[in-house]
């Protein structure tokens, strides 16, 4: 029930019948009740709604990492919004209600700068993983200061391993620890960051591996 506590035209708190009175700032103000919605959805929003859902599902493991390295392409929206929005628009596969997310296609960083040459991600003992790429300081902005960005996803746990910028690109390799992952297969991937964090690289899909 509303409360009215400046008079029959002051403002008031609570619900009137189908309206909402509050105060925002100091700020009086009115909104009517939302529609109760009494139509079912239509079978193309059921398809997108469950899209959007798987969507961001997947982007919430890495939103941290997607607030650095999808920030450049961003236009009005977050780093992690703009990712859900390339996922949701080509990553999602198969048929309702059975979609999956093709991970080979998924970017976990995007921009101009460029890549490391040959990327590649391998199992090693104790859980680790070891990234490694070669140095192509030179081509285009790549220096060799830029820092790699790896990452190590889990689709059995749904969750994420990775780092916002590791080793420089002329180190050649990195290792990450995915130990509590040991046994499962997981999907990798390799960025760069330039070491001022202002370029970003288009992320390379590095395969599909079981840690060990």
């Given at each position: ?208 591996l079981t840690v060990l």
């Amino acid at each position: 029930m509303g409360k009215i506590s400046k008079g029959i035209l002051g403002g008031f708190s609570g619900t009137v019948g189908t309206v909402i009175g509050g105060s925002w700032k100091g700020i009086d103000y009115m909104r009517s009740q939302p529609a109760r919605r009494t139509r079912r959805s239509s079978e193309a929003q059921l398809q997108q709604q469950a899209k959007f859902a798987l969507a961001i599902k997947f982007v919430q493991t890495m939103a941290g990492l997607f607030m650095i390295s999808f920030r450049n392409n961003a236009v009005r929206m977050t780093g992690t919004n703009n990712a859900q929005a390339y996922t949701l628009k080509n990553c999602i596969t198969g048929v309702y209600p059975a979609y999956t997310i093709d991970y080979s296609r998924v970017l976990v960083s995007r921009g101009d700068l460029p890549n490391g040459g040959n990327p590649a991600s391998a199992a090693q003992p104790a859980g680790i993983v070891r990234f490694s790429w070669v140095d192509n300081s030179g081509v285009g902005r790549a220096l060799p200061t830029d820092k790699a960005i790896l990452v190590v996803y889990c689709p059995a746990d749904n969750a994420a391993l990775y780092t916002t910028g590791s080793a420089a690109r002329s180190a050649l390799l990195d290792d990450m620890d995915a130990s509590i992952f040991t046994g499962k297969q997981v999907e990798t991937y390799l960025g760069f960051i330039s070491e001022d964090g202002k370029e970003i690289a288009q992320s390379f899909y590095t395969g599909t591996l079981t840690v060990l």
